[in-house]
């Protein structure tokens, strides 16, 4: 059986009560980090989501929060089939201006695939010349990893400039199988990657569309934000349930 459902609905994003709401994370003083940069320009036109951000926003102890500039995550989490297999797709159009050139991590645009219960996460990470696929656990805040035996926490990114137009809309696409331990990466219709032997199972995920940055923390602090500004284009998410 298939089901499918298609998260957009961009013209309520700024109420953030419907389908999207500004991510971020509880912090332990019981704050909350958005990832909300305060100079985005915000604009919905025939059904594709433009945010245009100056960077500016940085954190200076943990990178997660210093890593995502401005993130929208949706209100209602997917839930993963047992069997079969659960496919996101939507298109990206990402644009740059003051970026280091060739340097996809001095600021992108990003689909993100979060599971809270897990600290999992798989990713495409867009910029003017490039893309990546991420497939990670990482250590969210407030969020409780199963414990393991080999290595709890990982984040492999992958490069690619192939089957990609720059500048210009793509189709990015990420299937998941909780049966086979497995998660493929589409982009443009041709297979890019593929993972086997997933060490933990993926159990729902938010979908969040992001502006970010991934640049290591240094003894100083943040050294993510210089003066450049993201321009991202999203289209609605498709997302095909097959059990």
Known sequence: MEQQRVFGDFHSILSESEVWKIGGFPLPDGSFWEYREPNAVVIVRNGILYVRAPLSRQNNQIQILDN????YYSNEEVEVPESGEVTFELQIRARTQGTVPG???DGYVSLNLLDFSTGGALDFFASNDKYASVYAVLPFPGVQVPESDKTRYFCIFKEE??????????TYKITYNRAEDEAVFYVNGEEIRRENNIP????KFTIALGIMTEKDLTPQGSVSVHGQTVIAEYSPVTVTIKD
């Open 200 to 203: 933990i199972k993926f159990n």
């Open 68 to 71: 995502a500039k401005h993130m």
């Open 161 to 170: 400039d192939t089957h990609f137009t720059p500048l210009e809309f793509n």
């Open 103 to 105: 340097d996809l991590y």
